[in-house]
Structure formats: C-alpha cells, structure tokens
C-alpha cells in the first residue's frame, strides 16, 4: 500500500469502455488508480466519474511509445512511491470488415503495436517496479478476449495479438513468482461498449450470415477484475472468460 493506506493501480485504454468500467469500480473500493489513454478529455471525464473523493491521477500516454510508458509508470512511481496493479486493457480492433488479403502492413503494425507491444511494456514497466518496492510485488491482470480462443471473420490481426497476449499471461506469471508478482488474464466476450456497438445491429459470422449478438453489461467485467486484484499474492486466478451468457462462443464456427 501506498503512505496514504491505498493500493495503487494503472488502468490503460481508461477513457472508454471496460477500461473505464474497471477504473470507477477500483476507486469505488477505495483504490487510487492512475488512468492511462490517447486523449485526455476521456481520461478526466473517467475521473469526474469517479466522484470528488476519488484518488485518480490522468496520465496521457499511448501505450505502443515507449517513451510515453516510461513518463506513465515515473509519474505513478512519483506521485504513490508503489504500484500494486496493472491492468493491461489498451487495445485497437483495426480496420474491420477488411479481407485478410487486404490488410495493408500500416493496419497490421498499429494492431501488434497496440495489442501486444503496449501490453508488454506496460509489464515490463510495472514489473520493474513491483520487483524492486518494498513490500515487492504486485499483480498484473492482462486483457485477452475470447478472441484469445477462437477468432472472428477477418480478424486475423486482433485475433493474433490476443492469442499472443496468453503467451505473454504465462511468461508473466512464470517470471514474477521469485519476486511475488502475480499475473492472470480476463478473456472477455461481448461486453456492451463503444467497441461492440456493431454487436446489437448485426455482425459476421462463421457462415457468412449477419447476426445480432446478445451483451452484458461492462460493470460485470469491471466486478471480475476487482475480485481477481483484491485476491492476496498468494492466490491467482490464471485465467478467467467473462462473457454475455447467450452469445455464439461455444458452438462459434
């Protein structure tokens, strides 16, 4: 814990979405959370959210820089001293709609450098961290999705790095055991953001159909991350998939 009695958390891609939902529900259970993302506006809209008693720091920072990292986690490590968790959420679908014969090399590098270089250093940043403070250790909490399992129709980018992103769960945990730093990863599926807004008029499927597809509510996401960071370093959920009951994943192609 911080000199203040809180733990402390990063939260990238917060401006919108599951990044959002998870940092009002930290500083709801009385976390201080620094908020990462593009674009300031969202960042200090997802602070206002939080409410006059809530200990957020906005930090504009794209996660594929790793200069912008770096300044991140000096202002997380100036303004706490610590950092208990980070969870790893920055991330961009790409063009959709786009054959796998027509991704441009452009569209494919801002995915893989997004995706899955932001979240690797975003890691290294909070491991170096949580390996060196006293108490050592922490708790990083990746961003799959069930696209980590099964992909969507032209998705091969998105689809790569997710798949990527439990390779780097795995190396993470196995990594951070000696200094007792935790990592698990949230395979989401259909949470209702600006994201998968396509989901509700309609989007392609295995067979070629559109189809609309039912969602759940982010704030569903945000409770399964709280559960998953307040777990003490002794305990680690590894893997868990969260995700609208009634949509095409069991079954999907």
Same mark, same amino acid.
């Given at each position: 814990?911080?000199?203040?009695?809180?733990?402390?958390?990063?939260?990238?891609?917060?401006?919108?979405?599951?990044?959002?939902?998870?940092?009002?529900? !930290? %500083?709801?259970?009385?976390?201080?959370?620094?908020?990462?993302?593009?674009?300031?506006?969202?960042?200090? &809209?997802?602070?206002?959210? *939080? #409410?006059?008693?809530? @200990?957020?720091?906005?930090?504009? %920072?794209?996660?594929?820089?790793?200069?912008?990292?770096?300044? !991140?986690?000096?202002?997380?490590?100036?303004?706490? #001293?610590?950092? @208990?968790?980070?969870?790893?959420?920055?991330?961009?679908?790409?063009?959709?709609?786009?054959?796998?014969? @027509?991704?441009?090399?452009?569209?494919?590098?801002?995915?893989? @450098?997004?995706?899955?270089?932001?979240?690797?250093?975003?890691?290294?940043? %909070?491991?170096? /961290?949580?390996?060196?403070?006293?108490?050592?250790? #922490?708790?990083?909490?990746?961003?799959?999705?069930?696209?980590?399992?099964?992909?969507?129709?032209?998705?091969? *980018?998105?689809?790569?790095?997710?798949?990527?992103?439990? #390779?780097?769960?795995?190396?993470?945990?196995?990594?951070?055991?000696?200094?007792?730093? %935790?990592?698990?990863?949230?395979?989401?599926?259909?949470?209702?953001?600006? /994201?998968? &807004?396509? /989901?509700?008029?309609?989007?392609?499927?295995?067979?070629?159909?559109?189809?609309?597809?039912?969602?759940?509510?982010?704030?569903?996401?945000?409770?399964?991350? !709280?559960?998953?960071? &307040?777990?003490? !370093? &002794?305990?680690?959920?590894?893997?868990?998939?969260?995700?609208?009951?009634? /949509?095409?994943?069991?079954?999907?192609?």
């Amino acid at each position: 814990m911080s000199a203040s009695g809180k733990k402390i958390a990063v939260v990238t891609g917060a401006g919108s979405g599951i990044g959002r939902s998870v940092a009002l529900t !930290l %500083a709801a259970a009385g976390w201080a959370v620094a908020v990462a993302g593009r674009r300031t506006e969202p960042l200090e &809209e997802t602070a206002k959210a *939080a #409410g006059d008693g809530a @200990d957020v720091l906005c930090v504009r %920072a794209d996660v594929s820089s790793p200069d912008d990292v770096a300044a !991140l986690f000096a202002a997380v490590d100036e303004r706490y #001293g610590r950092l @208990d968790l980070l969870f790893n959420n920055a991330a961009t679908f790409g063009p959709g709609g786009v054959a796998l014969e @027509d991704i441009t090399y452009e569209a494919w590098r801002s995915v893989v @450098d997004v995706n899955l270089t932001g979240a690797f250093l975003c890691a290294q940043a %909070a491991f170096r /961290m949580m390996k060196a403070q006293d108490p050592q250790g #922490g708790r990083i909490i990746n961003n799959g999705s069930i696209s980590a399992h099964v992909p969507r129709p032209n998705s091969i *980018a998105y689809t790569a790095t997710k798949h990527a992103m439990t #390779g780097l769960t795995k190396s993470l945990s196995l990594d951070g055991r000696p200094y007792r730093i %935790a990592c698990g990863q949230i395979d989401i599926g259909n949470a209702a953001t600006e /994201m998968t &807004e396509r /989901m509700q008029t309609g989007i392609l499927q295995a067979n070629g159909q559109l189809a609309v597809e039912p969602v759940m509510d982010a704030a569903d996401v945000a409770r399964t991350v !709280l559960h998953m960071a &307040e777990l003490p !370093l &002794e305990a680690n959920v590894q893997f868990a998939t969260v995700m609208a009951t009634a /949509m095409p994943y069991i079954g999907r192609g």
